[in-house]
């Protein structure tokens, strides 16, 4: 091999290893943060417990390093969330939950909405269907998987 040959391929790789490492210091990707910030003012209109998920480039606006929430290390998608008992339902009543707040969330794989109150469930867009919409009205209860 030529070093020139050479040369083209060690600024290739060069080029990709700084394409990765930048795109991991991202963070989560946009649309998922907006989705998780409209949970948020959906779910726990205080801001108490969900108190550190912020839209605010001063703190931390990586919603991978927000509490309750992993993402996938290579993609940095959402695949966990768990929103177990957040809702306070005491004050608020129960919940009428929109399936299609979860659009976003293409790559996520476990959701736990239990104990939020959740009365009923409407699901009349994207991939959540009527199997999804009892996996969710399950999950007052149990913590789901979405295999």
């Known amino acids: 091999m030529t070093t020139k040959k050479m040369w083209v391929w060690m600024l290739l790789a060069l080029f990709t290893l700084v394409g ?3 795109g991991r210091c991202d963070g989560c990707l946009e649309e998922e943060r907006i989705g998780l910030l ?9 801001g108490f417990s969900l108190r550190y998920w912020v839209d605010s480039k001063e703190d931390i606006s990586d919603c991978c390093e927000w509490g309750r929430i992993k993402c996938d290390n290579t ?3 959402v695949i966990e969330l768990n929103l177990f008992g957040v809702r306070p339902v005491k004050s608020l009543g129960g919940w009428v939950l929109n399936a299609s707040l979860f659009l976003p969330f293409k790559e996520l ?4 909405l239990s104990l939020n109150g959740i009365a009923f469930c409407y699901a009349n867009q994207g991939w959540f269907n009527v199997y999804v919409v009892i996996i969710i009205l399950l999950s007052e209860y149990y913590t789901v998987r979405l295999h």
């Open 38 to 46: 409209e949970i948020k003012s959906l779910i726990d209109p205080d």
């Open 75 to 77: 993609t940095r998608r």
């Open 109 to 112: 794989q476990s959701l736990d």
């Open 20 to 22: 990765e490492w930048y």
